[in-house]
T-cell receptor, first 115, second 111 residues
Framework: NAGVTQTPKFQVLKTGQSMTLQCAQD?????MSWYRQDPGMGLRLIHY???????DQGEVPNGYNVSRSTTEDFPLRLLSAAPSQTSVYFC??????????????FGPGTRLTVT | AQSVTQPDIHITVSEGASLELRCNYS??????LFWYVQSPGQGLQLLLK??????LVQGIKGFEAEFKRSQSSFNLRKPSVHWSDAAEYFC?????????FGKGTKLSVKP
């Protein structure tokens, strides 16, 4: 199993540009989530999904969109990038978000810089 | 509101010394609690987890943690630190369906 994969690893955007961060998992996990990590802030939940077709907002959803058309994929879209979105983004998955006793598996991260 | 607090932003220990990283939670019932480690430039790896039962849990890489309800704590310990343990450590916990990360503790190891 590849686990949780994320692409790209690094990205530089100009303010106002759009892009999609890709996340895929091959473990048949129902629950997937996106976090951003900023120095001194820990990891903050952006959006999550408890299954195909179901998404919900986390702690810091503004400026980001998600969709979940398949169990495997959970892309994160930045419609109009802003410098405040400069961060490291992690995708995670687990067997079920409703039973959060299951551990989350993390991808390697995408480092995004918005100039 | 629930919270997970890691009081120490940065800790430095000598190689071979013991280690304790603190984590405090606020939640009325028994929380789900995890410790994750993040090496520089890497994703997060699970060290150990607690849901119920024995309050002392063993994890990978020689780490253990003890759940203390009376102190609302879930501190991570290791008896002898290795240079490769230098990383950032995150406590993660809360109620079912509502878990949050602490802000992390960066561990430096002196030779």
């Amino acid at each position: 199993n590849a686990g949780v994969t994320q692409t790209p690893k690094f990205q530089v955007l100009k303010t106002g540009q759009s892009m999609t961060l890709q996340c895929a998992q091959d473990m048949n996990h129902e629950y997937m989530s996106w976090y951003r990590q900023d120095p001194g802030m820990g990891l903050r939940l952006i959006h999550y999904s408890v299954g195909a077709g179901i998404t919900d907002q986390g702690e810091v959803p503004n400026g980001y969109n998600v969709s979940r058309s398949t169990t495997e994929d959970f892309p994160l879209r930045l419609l109009s990038a802003a410098p405040s979105q400069t961060s490291v983004y992690f995708c995670a998955s687990s067997y079920s978000g409703l039973l959060s006793s299951y551990e989350q598996y993390f991808g390697p991260g995408t480092r995004l810089t918005v100039t | 509101a629930q919270s997970v607090t890691q009081p120490d932003i940065h800790i430095t220990v000598s190689e071979g010394a013991s280690l304790e990283l603190r984590c405090n939670y606020s939640y009325g019932a028994t929380p789900y609690l995890f410790w994750y480690v993040q090496s520089p430039g890497q994703g997060l790896q699970l060290l150990l987890k607690y849901f119920s039962g024995d309050t002392l849990v063993q994890g990978i890489k020689g780490f253990e943690a003890e759940f203390k309800r009376s102190q609302s704590s879930f501190n991570l310990r290791k008896p002898s630190v290795h240079w490769s343990d230098a990383a950032e450590y995150f406590c993660y916990g809360g109620s079912q369906g509502n878990l949050i990360f602490g802000k992390g503790t960066k561990l430096s190891v002196k030779p």
